[in-house]
């Protein structure tokens, strides 16, 4: 959603603009102003407005707290940077500039009692009674560093803005209705042949594997392995009083619950929290033995060479040998009911396997793209007798008309009918899943539109209409009233 706003940002200025009104609506929250060292107040010039700094500033904290929102309070300025956010709060006033710049042409005014009148219904400005409420004004000014003559200039600037558009704004037509209507009530009834991998043979045999592997054989290599020395700790020997488990559950009641979440009681948790009660008084002998096997002192229990995210270690602790290099001692970590210090000796990087080492994975590998292909074989020569074979007829089908196909479950008829609407082709092969359907339309015909529907319809085409309108609009604007920028970095 964030890429599609920053590409599309300069042709949404009616729709997600500096959104003044929108944001003080939902509640305010000052984020500051950007520092952006324009001379005599202004960053810019387009046609023959001046972009003042401080609506430069205005735009960009809203359009932060707006980021802020979509990222539930975790964005930041390096976030804002990353995603040009500077960039796109000047362009879309750069655009706001240009509409401005035609509204004064054909003379689109706003009166003083019309500003009034929106100033008082801006909720964020109300009191608990929905009156205005001029201290509230006052404090959301001054959170902002706006002066409110700066505000309401802004403010006018946008009703002249929403005024010219809606004046522009064309409503659907009856025949453009009626077009779209038939575009999405079209249906197609289809002679159709759903083939799945049951329905081809593949043998089997070491050239084909071999001849595969081959081919393929950097896909087929060892896990990445390391080689570690490990110092156990135990803790089951540890000896813990009834009073201290008691005290331990109390303190920590709330780690043990049942899978519905419910709390458990003491008698319930009380293996549990024995077993973690000992592991914690664990902990300072585990570190006593790290730190003796760290001044060699003592030897490990044991070296193995084990592949990466082997169980015999916890997650955690193969996270962090990952960070680390060969000879590094890592402080003990819990595994299970005791603690593990572990020492690096190797890292053993992935080796192309042998043949007899990859066999078992090649086998499954080749049996799958075998099938693949020879179900594309089949699919094809199905394809060429489709019209006189007997395969079963469904239809008319339409997306919002369908029932299961024979063959396809409820997903995967949708699937199909959703590529069948987006192919151009009278006939032809859809895969869908691990099936193909092998499909010919003997028939199209437009079912009637559903009451339920016209509402649909009319957005449909007032969406369209408007973004074609849109991109024209903004074409014209951009020839018509050129910018000057003075300072760098507000356009990519």
């Known amino acids: 959603m964030i890429s599609w706003m920053q590409k599309h940002n300069k042709y949404l200025v009616w729709t997600i603009w500096v959104a003044t009104i929108a944001f003080i609506g939902a509640g305010f929250v000052g984020w500051g102003s950007y520092d952006f060292g324009a001379k005599a107040g202004s960053v810019a010039k387009v046609g023959h ?150 329905d081809v043979n593949v043998t089997l045999d070491d050239t084909k594997l071999k001849a595969y592997w081959e081919v393929h054989k950097e896909m087929f290599k060892t896990p990445l392995k390391y080689k570690i020395a490990i110092v156990w700790t135990q803790s089951d020997d540890i000896n813990v009083s009834d009073a201290d488990v008691q005290a331990y559950y109390e303190t920590n009641s709330f780690n043990y619950t049942a899978d519905d979440g419910k709390q458990l009681s003491f008698e319930e948790a009380k293996p549990e929290v024995i077993k973690d009660l000992k592991l914690k008084k664990a902990k300072k002998r585990a570190q006593k033995a790290y730190i003796a096997y760290k001044k060699g002192k003592r030897e490990s229990n044991e070296v193995v060479t084990i592949a990466l995210h082997d169980p015999k270690l916890s997650p955690e602790l193969w996270q962090e040998i990952q960070t680390k290099d060969t000879g590094a001692i890592l402080k003990p970590k819990a595994v299970n009911d005791r603690y593990a210090t572990v020492k690096i000796e190797a890292i053993i990087q992935p080796q192309i396997m042998s043949f007899e080492e990859a066999k078992p994975l090649v086998t499954v590998a080749y049996l799958a793209q075998a099938k693949k292909d020879a179900l594309n074989a089949l699919a094809e020569s199905t394809l060429k007798k489709i019209e006189k074979s007997d395969a079963p007829t469904a239809g008319p089908l339409s997306l919002d008309h369908f029932d299961n196909l024979e063959g396809l479950n409820q997903q995967e008829s949708l699937q199909f009918i959703q590529k069948l609407f987006t192919s151009l082709e009278e006939k032809g092969m859809i895969t869908v899943a691990n099936k193909v359907i ?26 369209t209409k408007t973004r074609i309108f849109e991109s024209n609009f903004i074409k014209v604007l951009d020839t018509k009233y050129p910018t000057e920028v003075y300072m760098g970095g507000l356009t990519k």
Not at 96 to 101: D, F, G, R, S, V
Not at 439 to 456: A, G, K, V
């Open 49 to 198: 407005i001046e972009i003042k700094q401080s609506k430069l500033n205005m735009a960009y904290s809203n359009l932060y707290n707006r980021y802020n929102q979509m990222f539930k309070g975790n964005f930041d300025e390096q976030k804002a940077k990353e995603l040009g956010l500077i960039q796109q709060a000047f362009a879309t006033l750069e655009t706001q500039a240009k509409i401005l710049n035609y509204a004064d042409d054909i003379g689109i005014i706003v009166s003083d009692e019309e500003l009034a009148q929106t100033l008082e219904s801006i909720k964020g400005f109300q009191n608990k009674e929905g009156v205005f409420d001029k201290n509230i004004y006052k404090m959301y000014l001054q959170s902002q560093r706006l002066t409110a003559k700066a505000f309401e200039e802004t403010l006018r600037e946008e009703l002249r803005i929403t005024k010219l558009l809606a004046l522009l704004r064309v409503e659907s037509l009856p025949l453009e209705e009626e077009s779209i209507a038939s575009a999405l009530n079209i249906a197609d009834t289809v002679k159709y042949r759903v083939l799945t991998p049951e």
């Open 438 to 463: 092998v499909y010919t339309i003997t028939q199209q015909s437009i079912l009637p539109t559903d009451e339920n529907q016209t509402q649909l319809v009319k957005q449909t085409v007032n969406t």
